[in-house]
């Protein structure tokens, strides 16, 4: 007969079959092929016990016999039968007898070896009429079966202890119906009670925030129809009546049919990343709004400082135009310089402004490439002919003559490495080289160095060379002068044309700065 699991630890005692062990069987009618019914009962692998009305054993085959041997309890149930199951095992053969019904239950049996089973047992009467004459009892080892299901209940609650403890929710949705089956903790994240149940697709798209039901429904349609994971951030009002954030992960799972049948995933509560998102969102427009507000600021500023300094320069310049005393003339060419480093100290300044607020956009145009240069190096050559440098520019035949790109814009880059080379070589010479990149990815890109045989940098002074306000270090900064700025809007330039800049020196024996940009040709 096939096993069946009743309740795992329900059971019923009978009769020893010690007391049919010695009893010669019952003398019944042929059977199969005309063989005694006791020879067939003795070759079934189950054990069978044929019982009076009242309970008492008057037959057993050849494995029932095997229950309980050796025990040195051969007359009685109780040594057969497991201690927990005794109890209840007679509560339940009293009630079969009273009401006459069968019932089949797993109870553990003993074996010759002392070893416990577990067994599924089913009693029957046997009527004659309307009356009971007696009893057949059958019990057949499931023991492995017991096991195995003993073993899936407790690898399952430990699933679910596991999920409980990180929070995790299980859901099961059948398509087909409409059900959705979540586990207890997947019942308290929806903002139900913490108990396994099964809710409609209607009742789930009601624990939903009403705004986001449109967002659920799409990820389920996206899921089903790309056969991709199904994924989705909703909200739902938590069981203290405040809005909780939830994350729904799971997969679709096709039918006997090969169509999309289930979905099956987890919940995950991502309250607390949300929030975090939010604040970590109003931080970066606060962020935005200061910088805008700085960037406005500065452009204000620099425009209200430029009109006076403008103005002195004029009147300076005036001046210096009319006066012939040496002294005076000293005194005005000197204020003549201060006003026009401050005019470059204020350009720099709202250059880096207007670049953080992403207000700088290019301008190509088709441009001569040697007038370029030639005419930056001819500035250059201006702060470099009070000192003993000479600035020389070196072109590479293979260069275009004609390029497109933002004229005005890199020649803002190449006169700021120029002066700069310039500033801090004593004596020597400046050379500002172009050629077109080579290697992969070179094409229509050119390559620009600006080297001297100035002072060089350490490589510390090389690591804030492109921080704002960060010259070499404040020697540097009193021998010198300037804001810092001007290599900090080279790099911003160079790379808002699609290029990178970079640098290479040791102390005493120069530097050389050089970058790349896209200029293809015109």
């Not at 795992?8 to 005309?34: C, H, K, N, Q, T």
């Not at 053969?93 to 047992?121: F, K």
């Not at 000293?330 to 003549?336: E, F, K, N």
Request: with cysteine; hydrophobic share 45%.
């Amino acid at each position: 007969m096939t096993a069946r699991i009743a309740h795992l630890f329900d059971g019923i005692p009978v009769d020893g079959p010690g007391r049919a062990v010695d009893r010669a069987p019952p003398v019944g009618e042929p059977g199969m092929s005309g063989l005694p019914s006791r020879v067939i009962l003795d070759a079934l692998p189950q054990k069978i016990w044929m019982l009076d009305r009242d309970g008492a054993v008057h037959f057993a085959n050849r494995a029932a016999r095997e229950i309980g041997a050796g025990q040195g309890e051969p007359d009685g149930w109780d040594g057969a039968v497991h201690p927990k199951d005794r109890a209840r095992a007679a509560a339940a053969r009293a009630s079969a007898r009273e009401t006459g019904q069968p019932y089949d239950l797993t109870i553990r049996l003993r074996d010759a070896s002392g070893r416990w089973h577990w067994h599924q047992t089913d009693l029957v009467p046997i009527r004659d009429g309307a009356a009971i004459t007696g009893w057949m009892m059958t019990a057949a080892d499931v023991d492995d079966v017991v096991a195995d299901n003993q073993a899936l209940e407790a690898t399952t609650n430990l699933l679910l202890l596991t999920h409980k403890a990180a929070g995790v929710g299980l859901w099961d949705w059948n398509m087909r119906s409409g059900a959705l089956s979540l586990s207890a903790e997947g019942a308290r994240l929806h903002g139900l009670s913490a108990q396994a149940c099964i809710i409609t697709s209607s009742a789930w798209t009601g624990l939903v925030h009403a705004d986001d039901r449109s967002t659920l429904w799409d990820a389920v349609t996206k899921a089903v129809t790309t056969r991709t994971p199904f994924s989705v951030d909703v909200r739902v009002t938590a069981e203290t009546g405040g809005i909780r954030w939830i994350q729904s992960l799971g997969r679709v799972l096709d039918d006997a049919h090969g169509l999309s049948g289930r979905i099956v995933g987890l919940t995950l509560d991502i309250t607390a990343r949300k929030r975090a998102e939010q604040a970590l969102a109003n931080a970066k427009d606060g962020a935005e709004q200061a910088n805008r507000a700085k960037s406005d600021f500065l452009a204000m500023m620099s425009h209200e400082i430029r009109n006076p300094l403008n103005a002195v320069l004029g009147y300076t310049e005036h001046m210096l135009s009319r006066s012939r005393e040496p002294e005076t003339l000293r005194h005005l060419a000197a204020v003549q310089e201060a006003g026009e480093i401050l005019i470059r100290v204020v350009d720099d300044v709202l250059d880096v402004a207007q670049i953080e607020a992403g207000q700088v956009a290019l301008d190509p145009e088709a441009f001569l490439l040697a007038d370029l240069l030639e005419g930056t190096a001819a500035v250059a050559r201006g702060a470099a002919s009070r000192k003993d440098v000479a600035v020389e520019v070196v072109r590479d035949p293979a260069t275009p003559t004609l390029v497109l790109g933002d004229v005005g814009r890199l020649r803002q880059v190449l006169l700021n490495l120029l002066t700069n080379a310039v500033k801090f070589t004593p004596s020597g010479r400046v050379v500002l080289a172009v050629s077109p990149e080579s290697g992969r990815g070179g094409e229509g890109r050119l390559r620009f160095s600006v080297s001297d045989t100035g002072i060089g940098m350490s490589a510390a002074q090389q690591e804030r060379l492109f921080v704002p306000f960060g010259q070499g270090d404040e020697s540097i900064r009193r021998r010198f002068g300037g804001s810092g700025l001007g290599l900090v809007i080279c790099r911003h330039l160079v790379e808002l044309m699609g290029g990178q800049i970079g640098v290479s020196s040791e102390p005493g024996r120069g530097t050389r700065i050089w970058f790349s940009v896209l200029l293809p040709p015109a």
